[in-house]
C-alpha cells in the first residue's frame, strides 16, 4: 500500500503548504498530476494483484509525470492542444483502475459476508 500512504502523504503536503502554481503552467501540472495519479493507481491495483514492485512504481510516477508535461509543454510550443491527449488517456487509465480496485473490494466484502 506504498501508492496509497504516498498519495496521502501528498495530499497532507499540499493542503498544508499551500502554493499556486502560475497561470501558464496550468496545463504542464495538470496533466502531470494525472500521470502521477495513474501511476498511484496502477501501484495500488499492482498491490492488490501481489505484483507491486516499487522501481517500476517510482519510474512510471516520475517518468510519466515527466513525460506528459514534457508532451503538453512541445503541444503548447507547436499551437496543437496536445495536453487534451494526455487528459484522456491518463484520466481513462485512471477510471480503468478504479473499477477494478472497486470490483475488487466488492467481491472481498461479499465473499466475507
Given at each position: 500500500?506504498?501508492?496509497l500512504l504516498g498519495?496521502?502523504?501528498?495530499?497532507?503536503?499540499?493542503?498544508?503548504?499551500?502554493?499556486?502554481?502560475?497561470?501558464?503552467?496550468?496545463?504542464?501540472?495538470?496533466?502531470?498530476?494525472?500521470?502521477?495519479?495513474?501511476?498511484?493507481f496502477g501501484g495500488?491495483?499492482?498491490?492488490?494483484?501481489?505484483?507491486?514492485?516499487?522501481?517500476?512504481?517510482?519510474?512510471?510516477?516520475?517518468?510519466?509525470?515527466?513525460?506528459?508535461?514534457?508532451?503538453?509543454?512541445?503541444?503548447?510550443?507547436?499551437?496543437?492542444?496536445?495536453?487534451?491527449?494526455?487528459?484522456?488517456?491518463?484520466?481513462?487509465?485512471?477510471?480503468?483502475?478504479?473499477?477494478?480496485?472497486?470490483?475488487?473490494?466488492?467481491?472481498?466484502?461479499?465473499?466475507?459476508?
Open positions: 500500500m506504498v501508492p498519495l496521502i502523504i501528498g495530499l497532507l503536503i499540499g493542503i498544508l503548504i499551500p502554493y499556486n502554481i502560475p497561470k501558464e503552467y496550468s496545463n504542464y501540472a495538470a496533466v502531470a498530476i494525472l500521470a502521477a495519479l495513474d501511476s498511484v495500488i491495483v499492482a498491490s492488490m494483484n501481489s505484483k507491486f514492485k516499487i522501481k517500476v512504481f517510482l519510474s512510471g510516477f516520475f517518468g510519466n509525470s515527466l513525460l506528459a508535461a514534457l508532451l503538453a509543454y512541445i503541444g503548447d510550443r507547436l499551437g496543437i492542444q496536445l495536453h487534451l491527449a494526455a487528459v484522456f488517456a491518463f484520466g481513462n487509465r485512471i477510471f480503468l483502475n478504479f473499477g477494478y480496485i472497486r470490483r475488487k473490494l466488492l467481491e472481498k466484502n461479499t465473499e466475507n459476508s
